[in-house]
C-alpha cells in the first residue's frame, strides 16, 4: 500500500513538473531549424524574423541587416559558395537567467566551396523573454569572443554556459 502511494505521489509530482514547463525541446529546434533552413534557401525575412532582435539593432535595425544579408549571400554566389547542408539538434543546454529563457542549440552548417567543403559546427543560442513561446536566434560564431557576448548580452553574458568555439573543418575536393 505505501508502495502505491508512493507510486502515485511520484506520478503526480512528475505530471505537475512537466506541466508547468516552459520549455519544448522540439519546439525549439524546429525554431532555430527554420532559420537555419532560410539562411540555406537565402530566405532574408524569415532570417530576419527568426534573428534576436539586439542582433539585428546591432546590424543597423531591420533594412540595414537586411541590406547587409543579401550582399553577403550575393558575395557568397559570385564566389562559388553554396549552402549545402544547415542542421539543428535538440537543445542540449537550457537556462534561466535574469527572467529570460536561453537555449544552446548545436548546428552543423556545410557550405561548398571552389576547391572542397566547409563543415563548421557551432551553434545557435536560443533567446525566449515570454516564458518558451517564442524563440529568436544568435549564431554562435558572434559570441566567441568575450567581447561579443558583452556587446550582445550585456550583464548576463557571464552566467550563461556557452559552447567553445569550434573552427571548420575543410576537405579538399578530389
Not at 534573428?51 to 543597423?60: I, L, N
Request: net charge positive; charged share 25%; glycine share 8%.
Amino acid at each position: 500500500m505505501v508502495a502505491q502511494i508512493l507510486l502515485i505521489s511520484a506520478f503526480c509530482l512528475t505530471s505537475v513538473l512537466l506541466q508547468e514547463s516552459p520549455v519544448d525541446l522540439k519546439a525549439i529546434q524546429k525554431s532555430a531549424q527554420a532559420l537555419a533552413t532560410a539562411t540555406k534557401k537565402g530566405d532574408v525575412a524569415t532570417l530576419l524574423e527568426a534573428t534576436y532582435p539586439k542582433a539585428v539593432e546591432m546590424m543597423g535595425g531591420k533594412d540595414a541587416a537586411e541590406k547587409a544579408i543579401r550582399s553577403a549571400m550575393d558575395d557568397f554566389g559570385k564566389k562559388g559558395i553554396t549552402f549545402t547542408k544547415a542542421e539543428c539538434s535538440e537543445p542540449k543546454e537550457i537556462q534561466k537567467v535574469d527572467g529570460k529563457w536561453y537555449a544552446v542549440v548545436p548546428m552543423v552548417v556545410e557550405m561548398q566551396v571552389p576547391n572542397g567543403l566547409a563543415t563548421s559546427p557551432s551553434y545557435l543560442l536560443g533567446v525566449s523573454e515570454d516564458g518558451g513561446r517564442v524563440w529568436k536566434f544568435i549564431d554562435g560564431s558572434g559570441l566567441k569572443n568575450a567581447k561579443g557576448r558583452e556587446v550582445m548580452l550585456p550583464g548576463i553574458h557571464e552566467k550563461l554556459k556557452l559552447p567553445t568555439y569550434q573552427p571548420p573543418k575543410f576537405t579538399p575536393n578530389p
